[in-house]
């Protein structure tokens, strides 16, 4: 019952359509302060840019996003995720490994670290080349179409199997509309 998990070659064919959608994407970790903590944060900062901190082990330490301190701030792709504008016009300005200056947003402050910059290949011929998460998100594209498919199907089978007569209306009827 239910749709087949997509198969490779389906998945492959799908990242040739999707990779350019994916060039340029950035990956980052943040470390989020409350907004009353400014001075913690540029001290923070300090040691992060004096290399007397490191990035992921700070985040652990004092970042106040519950869901992404203890994968050392990571909080994935931009391409799959939709930042706050301060944040990823921040996002926008860093290059892979550059950290940035502390950015205020509806949330607090935050330090963003870039980790990772996706350029999409000429050419796509291995999903190894696509990072996992982007696979991850054509696959489940990928599944929820078959499951639309699947049940289009359904329905039309049951349509056509379905046994409907459509009877003339009588004639003579006070509501006869001929």
Known sequence: EGAAEPTDEEV??????????YDGAKK???ILFEASDEAQAQEVLDKINSGELDFAEAAKEYSQDEGSKEDGGNVGWDKLTSFVDEYQTALDGLEEGQ???LVTSSYGIHIIKCTQVFNAPEEV????????EFMDSIKSTLESSAKQQAYSQWYQDYK??????INDMPSGLAYDVS
């Open 28 to 30: 980052s970790s943040h």
């Open 160 to 165: 056509s199997n379905a046994d409907i007569q």
């Open 125 to 132: 011929t291995s999903i190894d080349q696509l990072p996992s």
């Open 12 to 21: 492959l064919e799908s990242a040739k359509t999707y990779v350019s959608s």
């Open 99 to 101: 950290v940035s200056g």
